[in-house]
């Protein structure tokens, strides 16, 4: 087990959020540059900019741990290494191109395959999500320090959270298990902060898009007292082939159907 302070590394990363957040909205503000990655999918000069700036502060707070970054892919990564982190610069790009509020950026450290830090930031909407530990969550909204618990906001109603585009049966069929009564669609790893602030009660979704889209969302909601397991509420872990989602469902707390 690698000994690591993690308090310290989350702490000292938030600053860099900040910096690389101001600098995303300064990019979208003034035009981002879109390229095509090898799968079609949009890279913009912002994920790059954000990119670099993640990567060099993380590699000055833990020198030996490798990085993988959805812009950098690391494919190098030895097949037992178990400690790694996972970045993804902007997680809805094609939200960022179009100047909409839900995309973020996105960092957590992976060790023995569980996320163990998070570090969630929505710049525009000013809202900072972090965590590295059990009841050691935390949000920076409008310069507030607040603590996530995933305590219920709206008691009246279950509120589902979906991604955008059509629903899934599979989800729906989740969905009408679990009595949820409205749905919200939400972009981005934002989700799974909304679970954790208590805004919102449980998000599913089939396989889809990679570990580094959910990995610091997952810590932070676990950290609040939440839950991430698969369908079946298996635990849900990182380092797979490929870096692969498997079939996710994200809940505000475990026994959600109780």
Not at 104 to 112: G, M, P
Not at 135 to 153: H, P, Q, R, S, T
Not at 183 to 192: G, P, Q, V
């Amino acid at each position: 087990m690698i000994n690591l302070n993690l308090k310290y590394i989350t702490e000292n990363l938030i600053d860099t959020f900040l910096e690389a957040g101001d600098l995303a909205k300064k990019i979208s503000q003034q035009g981002v540059k879109i390229t095509l990655k090898s799968d079609k999918s949009p890279v913009t000069d912002g994920d790059l900019a954000v990119d670099q700036i993640l990567t060099n502060k993380i590699k000055s707070l833990t020198r030996n741990i490798p990085i993988v970054s959805e812009e950098t892919v690391n494919l190098n990564i030895k097949k037992e290494d178990k400690t790694f982190w996972l970045i993804d610069p902007i997680d809805g790009t094609k939200e960022y191109i179009k100047k909409k509020d839900e995309y973020t950026l996105n960092a957590a450290l992976i060790l023995d395959l569980q996320p163990v830090i998070g570090v969630v930031y929505a710049p525009a909407k000013k809202r900072l999500f972090f965590s590295y530990g059990k009841n050691l969550a935390f949000e920076i909204n409008n310069g507030k320090k607040l603590i996530l618990n995933c305590k219920k906001i709206n008691t009246n109603e279950i509120i589902g959270l979906e991604n955008s585009g059509t629903t899934p049966d599979e989800i729906l069929e989740i969905y009408k298990k679990y009595k949820v009564s409205k749905k919200l669609k939400i972009s981005s790893s934002l989700k799974f902060c909304i679970l954790a602030s208590g805004e919102a009660d449980i998000y599913a979704a089939k396989a889809r898009a990679f570990e580094w889209d959910i990995a610091a969302g997952h810590a932070i909601l676990e950290h609040a007292g939440g839950a991430v397991t698969t369908h079946d509420e298996k635990k849900f872990s990182y380092g797979k082939e490929s870096y692969k989602n498997l079939p996710i469902l994200a809940k505000r707390r475990f026994d959600l159907d109780k």
